[in-house]
């Protein structure tokens, strides 16, 4: 019983599958197929007449030039000849021109002359000779009355001791010099001066 309900049901089934399959086409019947046809029209051809042209001038026959030649007259030459042992060629002298040599150009440098300073002549300490001695005086203010007139006139005049002290002994001279000539030959202006004759003493190096 239950074999015989399988097979009808297998084959309920493939009917089925059968129907669905074919059944489409039985009912729409056979499609026709509508086919577009397309139709290319070539493009006209731009430079057509342009070619044709210019074989039509490249086929022309070329026109034929004609060139008019004119005959100059016969002119007398005689004049013209020259006998080949009368003429002598003329001689180009070709002297080389020395071109001058441009002199060295000379360079010339600044040279700064270094600056000379002109130092005092400082008297070395004599250490022998002669001075002209005045005096001695106690009063300072005498004393640097007198040396003021000395070194106004012109003499080299100094004291002992080099500062004075009031109420000490200071001496007055005139020096110091190597020559004692010289001493003596001031004696008489320095005496006009100050009412002063003095005395010329060996002078000491030592007491300065």
């Known amino acids: 019983m239950n074999r015989q309900f399988q097979n009808r049901l297998v084959g309920t089934i493939v009917l089925v599958a059968l129907g669905v ?8 019947g056979k499609k026709t197929q509508v086919v577009e ?7 006209r051809p731009a430079q057509s007449s342009a070619s044709n042209k210019v074989n039509s001038d490249n086929n022309a026959e070329p026109a034929e030039e004609f060139q008019v030649l004119t005959i100059a007259e016969p002119q007398d030459l005689s004049n013209d000849i020259v006998a080949l042992g009368e003429a002598e060629p003329k001689k180009e002298s070709t002297q080389a021109v020395k071109q001058p040599t441009p002199a ?3 360079i010339t440098t600044a040279v700064k002359k270094p600056e000379t300073q002109v130092a005092n002549k400082v008297k070395s300490p004599m250490t022998a000779g002669f001075t002209l001695q005045l005096g001695g ?24 001791p080099k500062v ?3 109420g000490k002994l200071t001496r007055v001279f005139v020096g110091p010099e190597v020559s004692e000539e010289k001493l003596k ?6 005496f006009k ?4 004759k003095g005395k010329i003493v060996a002078y000491n190096p030592q007491e300065q």
């Open 21 to 28: 399959i074919f059944l489409p086409d039985l009912l729409d």
């Open 37 to 43: 046809e397309f139709t290319e029209i070539p493009l």
């Open 193 to 196: 001066l100050t009412g002063l």
């Open 104 to 106: 060295p150009a000379k």
């Open 164 to 166: 004075p002290v009031e």
């Open 185 to 190: 030959a001031r004696q008489q202006p320095i």
């Open 137 to 160: 005086f106690n009063n300072i203010t005498n004393v640097k009355a007198l040396i003021a007139q000395l070194r106004k006139a012109g003499f080299n005049a100094y004291t002992l």
